[in-house]
C-alpha cells in the first residue's frame, strides 16, 4: 500500500493519517497564518556586578505562528498550546514575544539562585576566582521546529539541551501535532486505537531492532531479548511514547535518552509506515 492510499481520504478533507476532522465545505476566507521565529541569547555573571564569576548561557531560536490577519483566532490557539508544551503551562497565555524572555529569565534567575550561596563560600574560603570549578557554567539552547504538513497538521518540535554541572550534558525532545483548522492537539489517546495498543507496541519493536541492528553494523538481534543484552529495555517495558509526529508517509516515535536505554545510546526515532499501522488509528 502506498502513501497515497492511506492519505487519499484524509488530504480530500484537509487532514492528514485517516483524519478526517474537519469539514470539506469549508470556505477559506483568512489569510494563511506564516511561521516566524524569535532569538534570544543571553550571557549572565553568577554574581550580579561582577563580570569574572562564572556564568549563565542561554540561546533561544524559537518559532510560532504569526496570524494572517485579524480575523485568524487560530493561530493564538496553536501558540499558547506548543508554549505550554515548550515551557509549561505557565507561559500558556502569554504571546510569544512576552513568553520567551519570561523563559530566559527563569533560567538565569534559577542559575543564580542555586549557586551564589556556593559560590560566594568558595571564595570566603579562599578559592581564587580562576580556580572556581567549571561546573558553576550553565549553558541552556532551545531550538523549534514547526511545520505544516499537508494544509492540515502543524507538526511542533522543540530541543532542550542543558548542561548544567552534571556528569554530561543532556538534550531532550518533545514533539506535537496540531489541527491546523482548529489547534487541537492530537494526542496518542486521539491517534491511536486503544484495542491496538500491542500491535502497535509490536510495530514499534520491528523497527527498533531494526533500529540497534543498524546502528551496531549487524543483524544478529531478532529479539527483547538481543535488545536486552546490548542496554535497551533493560528496566521498562516498550510503549507508545506521547512523544511522535504525523508525517506524509509515515508516523514517528520519539524515544529521548533514559527513556527505552541508556544516555550513551542517545535518542531514538522509529518511524512506521502508514502503510503498516493504518488500521491501528482512530477515525473521526
Keep these: 500500500?502506498?502513501?497515497?492510499?492511506?492519505?487519499?481520504?484524509?488530504?480530500?478533507?484537509?487532514?492528514?493519517?485517516?483524519?478526517s476532522l474537519q469539514s470539506c465545505r469549508e470556505t477559506q476566507s483568512v489569510k494563511?497564518?506564516?511561521?516566524s521565529s524569535i532569538q534570544a541569547d543571553t550571557l549572565v555573571a553568577l554574581k550580579a556586578g561582577d563580570e569574572a564569576s562564572p556564568k549563565c548561557k542561554v540561546s533561544v531560536d524559537y518559532m510560532y505562528l504569526e496570524a494572517g490577519d485579524e480575523k485568524d483566532s487560530i493561530s493564538a490557539i496553536i501558540n499558547s498550546r506548543i508554549q505550554s508544551i515548550a515551557f509549561g503551562d505557565t507561559y500558556s497565555n502569554m504571546g510569544?514575544?512576552?513568553?520567551?524572555?519570561?523563559?530566559?529569565?527563569?533560567?538565569?534567575?534559577?542559575?543564580?539562585?542555586?549557586?551564589?550561596?556556593?559560590?560566594?563560600?568558595?571564595?570566603?574560603n579562599g578559592i581564587k576566582p580562576e580556580d572556581i570549578p567549571a561546573w558553576y557554567n550553565y549553558?541552556?539552547?532551545?531550538t523549534s521546529e514547526l511545520s505544516l504538513n499537508n494544509d492540515?497538521?502543524?507538526?511542533?518540535?522543540?530541543?532542550?539541551?542543558?548542561?548544567?554541572?552534571?556528569?554530561?550534558?543532556?538534550?531532550?525532545?518533545?514533539?506535537a501535532n496540531l489541527l491546523a483548522k482548529s489547534g487541537k492537539v492530537l494526542t496518542k489517546d486521539v491517534v491511536f486505537r486503544?484495542?491496538?495498543?500491542?500491535?502497535?507496541?509490536?510495530?514499534?519493536?520491528?523497527?527498533?531492532?531494526?533500529?540497534?541492528?543498524?546502528?551496531?553494523?549487524?543483524?544478529?538481534?531478532?529479539?527483547?531479548?538481543?535488545?536486552?543484552?546490548?542496554?535497551?529495555?533493560?528496566?521498562?517495558?516498550?510503549?507508545?511514547?506521547?512523544?511522535?509526529?504525523?508525517?506524509?508517509d509515515r508516523v514517528s516515535f520519539l524515544y529521548n535518552r533514559y527513556d527505552i536505554a541508556?544516555?550513551?545510546?542517545?535518542?531514538?526515532?522509529?518511524?512506521?509506515?502508514y502503510a503498516e499501522i493504518e488500521t491501528m488509528l482512530n477515525r473521526e
Design 1 to 19: 500500500m502506498n502513501k497515497k492510499t492511506i492519505l487519499n481520504t484524509a488530504l480530500a478533507c484537509g487532514a492528514v493519517a485517516c483524519f
Design 32 to 35: 494563511p497564518a506564516k511561521v
Design 96 to 124: 510569544p514575544q512576552e513568553a520567551i524572555p519570561a523563559v530566559v529569565n527563569k533560567y538565569t534567575k534559577e542559575y543564580r539562585e542555586k549557586l551564589i550561596k556556593f559560590y560566594e563560600a568558595d571564595l570566603h
Design 139 to 142: 549553558e541552556y539552547e532551545i
Design 152 to 175: 492540515s497538521i502543524w507538526n511542533f518540535s522543540v530541543s532542550t539541551f542543558k548542561d548544567t554541572g552534571g556528569a554530561h550534558p543532556n538534550t531532550t525532545i518533545k514533539w
Design 194 to 248: 486503544k484495542d491496538k495498543e500491542k500491535e502497535i507496541v509490536g510495530l514499534i519493536m520491528k523497527h527498533l531492532i531494526d533500529e540497534v541492528n543498524q546502528r551496531l553494523e549487524t543483524d544478529t538481534i531478532t529479539s527483547i531479548e538481543g535488545l536486552k543484552e546490548n542496554g535497551a529495555l533493560l528496566d521498562v517495558d516498550l510503549y507508545i511514547p506521547d512523544n511522535f509526529l504525523l508525517l506524509e
Design 262 to 273: 541508556p544516555y550513551s545510546m542517545g535518542e531514538f526515532i522509529i518511524d512506521v509506515p
